[in-house]
């Protein structure tokens, strides 16, 4: 496969320099990515490919921003799909793809997989502003926590911006963001809590066993040794199990109360409710 079959290539271009025709980029070879936009078929189709295909649809004129910016900072996101930033009007979208106007400043613009792409402060002011809350909120924490940057640098981003559509969600996030959780699900978990009435635990809380080793707890209540873990894929693996069950131990030795959190009894309103009277109960 040659180089310009492994990336993406705009068909009207390939056409007119003679390196293929319409007749065959329309068969087994190609793949067309966007409208005009193609690539080869043994290509591999990542991150780095859709990102490289939205900005060339754009002429080399659109920004990336939204989920597909947070995902390629490697950041957890709840959405997927493809937002573009360009500087006027131009043609519209392809499937999928949501086309925003605006003028972003240096500082706003980053860049990854050799295109721009909203800086991650900028990526978190748009996450924010979009709906629902909980899930703002945990792509925010995401994108801090994985990104390295405070509360306060969003909070002095939305200052700059009073104006900006959606500014009062914006405003809301700020005051549930916490970028200590380090999953999408320890921050559902945090909120939903918090809404049933369970006071504010410690992500990522810090213990020190008997043994000298450190382990941190996914969400903590220290003055009442209670603390919560979230049971991921990775905690499922024998290795996994194993692990947990040796720390689950000596955490009982010091005291603590663990509980185990499972992806169904977030999606569950009624386990859920369930789960915060526990918690409630145990912090008397």
């Keep these: 496969m040659t180089r310009w079959t492994r990336d993406p290539f705009r068909g009207s271009w390939a056409v007119l320099d003679g390196r293929t025709t319409w007749t065959r980029l329309r068969g087994p070879d190609f793949r067309q ?3 005009d936009v193609y690539v080869g078929a043994a290509a591999e189709q990542d991150l780095r490919m859709c990102v490289r295909g939205l900005r060339l649809w754009s002429q080399d004129l659109g920004i990336l921003a939204g989920p597909l910016a947070a995902l390629a900072y490697e950041a957890e996101c709840p959405w997927d799909d493809a937002e573009l930033i360009m500087p006027g009007r131009c043609h519209p979208a392809p499937s999928g793809t949501r086309i925003r106007t ?3 400043s240096p500082d706003e613009i980053a ?7 909203t800086s991650p402060v900028r990526t978190a002011f748009d996450l924010a502003r979009r709906e629902p809350l909980v899930e703002a909120v945990a792509a925010v924490d995401s994108l801090a926590h994985t990104c390295r940057f405070p509360s306060d640098y969003l909070r002095r981003f939305a200052a700059g911006h009073p104006r900006a559509r959606g500014i009062v969600q914006v405003r809301r996030v700020l005051e549930l963001m916490d970028p200590r959780a380090e999953s ?7 909120l939903g809590l918090l809404d049933r009435g369970v006071p504010p635990g410690v992500p990522q809380y810090r213990v020190r066993l008997l043994t000298g080793e450190r382990k941190r707890l996914d969400l903590a209540w220290p003055e009442a040794m209670v603390a919560l873990e979230y049971d991921g894929p990775g905690h499922r693996t024998i290795t996994g199990q194993n692990r947990d069950a040796f ?5 009982g030795d010091l005291g603590w109360n663990i509980g185990v959190v499972t992806s169904a009894m977030i999606a569950d309103p009624v386990a859920f409710d369930e789960l915060a009277a526990r918690v409630l109960r145990q912090l008397g």
């Design 33 to 35: 990515l966007r409208p």
């Design 102 to 104: 605006d003028r972003l």
């Design 111 to 117: 860049e990854r997989f050799g295109c721009p792409i």
């Design 184 to 190: 999408l699900p320890e921050t559902r978990l945090r």
């Design 247 to 251: 720390h689950r131990g000596r955490l």
